[in-house]
T-cell receptor, first 115, second 111 residues
Framework: DTEVTQTPKHLVMGMTNKKSLKCEQH?????MYWYKQKAKKPPELMFV???????INESVPSRFSPECPNSSLLNLHLHALQPEDSALYLC??????????????FGDGTRLSIL | ELKVEQNPLFLSMQEGKNYTIYCNYS?????LYWYRQDPGKSLESLFV?????AVKQEGRLMASLDTKARLSTLHITAAVHDLSATYFC???????????FGAGTRLTVKP
């Protein structure tokens, strides 16, 4: 079982819908990440939160809106998505900065399909 | 901009053979990771390499890091079918948590 929990596992939505992806970790990690992964491609970093503050925003379209309510939770709010946004969305967490020898821990992902 | 190049992109090998996957990166970093991904699954951490000369081994996989050459290798010894998966290297800039993945190596081990 993964230590990073993502919900829902699958999501199908229309282009006019509003939905949210959720991610939760209880490892005490202070950095959390959203990645987008298209089929047969590597994960692409979208957002990084460090101590609940947005530290990296990789020029992601505004139809994706991240939110970090507390150090254990990370949301990704979706609105007016396009078909090309269909992908696997991965959440990860890691200790902040000089985190020793720990890698990023990934959740199982949310497979998003835009109709 | 941090760039990570991985090769080969596709690797088909027979069981029992050895091979090496290479990962080059463009900027100074001493945090390099290797991940495995099975089809339809998430990423599983294999190795964390944090210093020049670091070498780690787990089963038939061994990873190394040369920070001066900005090169990491993942060596596969006596491959078995269960190793078939996509392998990613990733480099992290520890001061801002920026993370870049290589394109991935799709490994197929045939009997």
């Amino acid at each position: 079982d993964t230590e990073v929990t993502q919900t829902p596992k699958h999501l199908v939505m229309g282009m006019t819908n509003k939905k949210s992806l959720k991610c939760e970790q209880h490892m005490g990690h202070r950095a959390m990440y959203w990645y987008k992964q298209k089929a047969k491609k590597p994960p692409e970093l979208m957002f990084v939160y460090s101590y609940e503050k947005l530290s990296i925003n990789e020029s992601v379209p505004s139809r994706f809106s991240p939110e970090c309510p507390n150090s254990s939770l990370l949301n990704l709010h979706l609105h007016a998505l396009q078909p090309e946004d269909s992908a696997l969305y991965l959440c990860a967490s890691s200790p902040e900065g000089q985190g020793g020898n720990q890698p990023q821990h990934f959740g199982d992902g949310t497979r998003l399909s835009i109709l | 901009e941090l760039k990570v190049e991985q090769n080969p992109l596709f690797l088909s090998m027979q069981e029992g053979k050895n091979y090496t996957i290479y990962c080059n990166y463009s900027t100074t970093s001493d945090r390099l990771y290797w991940y495995r991904q099975d089809p339809g699954k998430s990423l599983e951490s294999l190795f964390v390499l944090l210093s020049n000369g670091a070498v780690k081994q787990e089963g038939r996989l061994m990873a190394s890091l040369d920070t001066k050459a900005r090169l990491s290798t993942l060596h596969i010894t006596a491959a078995v079918h269960d190793l078939s998966a996509t392998y990613f290297c990733a480099v992290e800039l520890w001061w801002n948590n920026d993370m870049r993945f290589g394109a991935g190596t799709r490994l197929t081990v045939k009997p």
